[in-house]
């Protein structure tokens, strides 16, 4: 068990439909970082949150959002889901401000779009 | 802007032999490195890191990597592989700031094990 939990671990939806994906980070750790893992793509930065704000942000489409709460946990929200949406959905913390000492990773959310 | 390049997406070892994984980066300041480990249906697991200070830097599971900088290269070894080694491997450079993220990866080597 790293410390960061992600739920569902998998997810089956249809397309245009909406799911909210959960990350609750390793006790202590301020940054949330959440990733796109494909066969094509591997693994794609979508945003980073810390203490509660976004900090960076990488290649999230439009109906992608996500946000930090002030227990620190966070939710990716992915909407109007498309075929190619279909990836594991990673969510990572970090103590501090930064990656200093590297990442810990949570297992993962598989999603399937149908 | 910093990046990295994992020579080779597939690599097969016998048992025992020795495992070698490249790793290439790309940086305008001295780079932080780092080894991830993924075994089929789970997380990343940091394998090892380098900061500062001994080149040469020791993970778990015997793995080790070397920071070399006249090569811009930090490539993971292993004396001797194991079948529990079978898994991908990805490549890492702490960007500093910016739209990629805190983290760049490698698109990743999966490695298999030969009995």
């Known amino acids: 068990d790293s410390g960061v939990t992600q739920t569902p671990k998998h997810l089956i939806t249809a397309t245009g439909q909406r799911v909210t994906l959960r990350c609750s980070p390793r006790?202590?750790?301020?940054?949330v970082y959440w990733y796109q893992q494909s066969l094509d793509q591997g693994l794609q930065f979508l945003i980073q949150?810390?203490?509660?704000?976004?900090?960076a942000k990488g290649n999230i489409l439009e109906r992608f959002s996500a946000q930090q709460f002030p227990d620190l946990h966070s939710e990716l929200n992915l909407s109007s889901l498309e075929l190619g949406d279909s990836a594991l959905y990673f969510c990572?913390?970090?103590?501090?401000?930064?990656?200093?000492?590297?990442?810990?990773f949570g297992s993962g959310t598989r999603l399937t779009v149908v | 802007a910093q990046s990295v390049t994992q020579l080779g997406s597939h690599v097969s070892v016998s048992e025992g032999a020795l495992v070698l994984l490249r790793c290439n980066y790309s940086?305008?300041?001295?780079?932080?490195l780092f080894w991830y480990v993924q075994y089929p249906n789970q997380g990343l697991q940091l394998l090892l890191k380098?900061?500062?200070?001994?080149?040469l830097v020791k993970g778990i599971n015997g793995f080790e990597a070397e920071f070399k900088k006249s090569e811009t290269s930090f490539h993971l070894t292993k004396p001797s592989a194991h079948m529990s080694d079978a898994a991908e491997y990805f490549c890492?450079?702490?960007?500093?700031?910016?739209?990629?993220?805190?983290?760049?990866f490698g698109k990743g080597t999966k490695l298999s094990v030969k009995p």
């Open positions: 990572a913390s970090s103590g501090g401000g930064g990656s200093f000492y590297g990442y810990t």
């Open positions: 006790s202590g750790d301020l940054s």
């Open positions: 949150y810390y203490n509660g704000e976004e900090r």
């Open positions: 940086s305008s300041v001295p780079p932080y």
């Open positions: 380098y900061t500062t200070g001994a080149t």
């Open positions: 890492a450079v702490m960007n500093y700031g910016g739209s990629q993220g805190n983290l760049i």
